[in-house]
Structure formats: C-alpha cells, structure tokens
C-alpha cells in the first residue's frame, strides 16, 4: 500500500509549478470527491484515498512530461462553453473566441432585420473539438449550424460535445474536406473557420502543447496559406447574398488573406485584432447585388 498524504504535502512536494499542481488536485477532488477547488484551501489536512492519490499521481507524471494540461484534464473552457478535448482535436484557444465574437455580431445585426425569416445559417470548417460551431450556437438560439472537418475521431469529439451541450439539434456535422463535405445547394449567413495555418517548418511546431496536437490540425504542410485560400476562394457558391465569411489567421498573415479575400470578390472587408493586439482574422462579405 501506497503511503497516503494530506492535500498540503501533496502540493509541496509536488515537481510542477505551484499553479498547475492545483489545477490538477482540484480537478481530483472534483472528479473523486465533488469538492469545489477551494477545498484545496478549506480541507488542506484532507487525506486522499488511495484511489485517488494514485490518480493525482497519473495526471502529474503525464503533465511532467508535457503533455497539454487540456488533454490531462479532458477538458477545456472556450468562450461561454466547456469542451471535451483528447489527443484527435486542437485544443481551443482562447484568440480563437474572436471568430465566434465577430459571427455573434453578424448575427444580432440579422436577428434585427425584420424581412430575415427562418433560423440563421451558420458553416464552421474544420470545427475540431466543435469550438467555434458550438459556442455560436450556444449563445444565439436563432443559429443552426453545420460543422465539417475531415477528420473522424475529430468529428465523434465534436458530436460528443454537441450532445453535452445539447445542442445536436441545432448543429449538424459532416466529413469531409472543406467545403467537400457539403451538399452543393447549401447556402449560408455566416461562414467560419480556424484552418491549420502554420507554415511547414515552423519551429513553434515543435515546441510546447503544439507537440502533441494534431499536426493536419496546426499546419498545412506548405506555406501556412493553402487552406485559408481554399476557404477564402471557395466560399461564394455557398455564402448567401450579403452573407459573411470569417477567418482566422497566423499574426503576419492579414495582407495575404486580404489580398486573398480581394480575388475572390469579396467586399467590406475587415481586419480583427485580437487581444494581444495581433491582426488575428479577416472578414468579407459576398456582394448583394447578384452580378449575373
Ligand atoms: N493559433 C494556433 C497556434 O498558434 C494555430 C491554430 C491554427 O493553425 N489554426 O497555436
């Protein structure tokens, strides 16, 4: 038998900074005791069962080796929902809540304009862990989406999480590549999408939670550009007239997607920052006057 220690002598002896060690032990008393993370403070003589030492003791040693904290957890807060994440999705970040913030914007500006009938249409591509399609829904009871991602054990996360948000009756999901997945008489208010837009040799690739990320969620393999032009440049057959297209971007990217968003005819577009200040994503919108 493994000796047991108190809460307090857990936490100093633990090797992971201070911070993290308790984002793990609170997630252990929640997990083996539904304890609130103050209980860290109030019950620091608590004695943890053996069980659930040997736990702690699993999750410590996984984020030792520097595995993400989202993946030890499970788990991760983005915008006003709580995600499932594993080792198969990105793990949501939180710059990425620009896309949902700037979609919500569009979509209260349609909510008001009284000739708008039925729910709003929203496309996410490349959803992942379902983010960016789940929180928009989540917060705008007049959206129904449709989140794509070529990637299956992404897909059943996404689904998962649409179901314990239950939100699977507003948000739809298909595999497929892009716009691929779709049905070809789909049309849309809004269009979103966090594609992988890390050039090839990035060393950042390489660094930190990005290691143990999903690679075809993080790069294209190429310059960092190809999927966003692939969004950008197949987006009109599936935009409604006025509709908006959102993107995010890496932080020296904003010229090229304007430029991209330029040749695809797109108008009004717009450069967001976000909030470290970065050109984070870029909007435009498909003209309303039909040019046939
Ligand atoms: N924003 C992520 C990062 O820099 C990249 C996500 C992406 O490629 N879409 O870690």
Redesign the pocket.
């Known amino acids: 038998m493994n000796v047991t220690h108190s809460l307090k002598v857990l936490l100093s002896n633990s090797r992971l900074p201070p911070k993290e060690a308790r984002i793990l032990l609170a997630h252990i008393l929640e997990q083996h005791y539904q304890l609130p993370r103050s209980a860290l403070m109030s019950r620091d003589d608590m004695v943890l069962s053996e069980a659930a030492q040997n736990a702690w003791q699993d999750l410590e040693a996984r984020r030792m080796q520097g595995e993400p904290i989202a993946y030890v957890l499970g788990k991760k807060g983005f915008h006003n929902i709580e995600l499932r994440v594993a080792p198969g999705v ?1 793990i949501p ?1 939180p ?2 809540e620009l896309l949902v913030d700037i979609a919500l914007a569009e979509i209260s500006r349609l909510s008001q304009i009284q000739d708008q009938s039925g729910p709003i249409q929203v496309l996410d591509l ?1 959803t992942g862990s379902g983010a960016i399609a789940l929180a928009i829904a989540s917060a705008a009871p007049e959206v129904v989406g449709m989140a794509t991602d070529q990637s299956e054990d992404a897909l059943s996360i996404a689904q998962e999480n649409a179901q314990l948000l239950g939100l699977s009756n507003r948000v739809k999901f298909a595999k497929g590549n892009w716009y691929e997945a779709l049905d070809a008489q789909m049309r849309f208010d809004v269009i979103v999408s ?5 050039a090839h040799l990035d060393p ?1 690739l390489i660094e930190g ?2 290691r143990f ?1 999903p690679s075809s ?3 294209d393999f190429a310059s ?1 550009l190809t999927c966003l032009e692939a969004i950008i440049s197949r987006a009109d057959p599936y935009l409604k007239l006025g509709g908006l297209i959102a993107v ?3 932080f020296d990217q904003s010229e090229g997607i304007v430029q991209l968003m330029g040749m695809a005819g797109l108008v009004d577009i717009q450069v967001h920052l976000d909030l470290a200040g970065h050109q ?1 994503a870029a909007s435009g919108r498909k003209s309303r006057s039909d040019p046939s």
């Open positions: 990105l970040r710059e990425t490349g966090n594609p992988p837009y890390i950042h939670d990005l990320e969620a993080l790069t960092g995010e971007h890496g984070r």
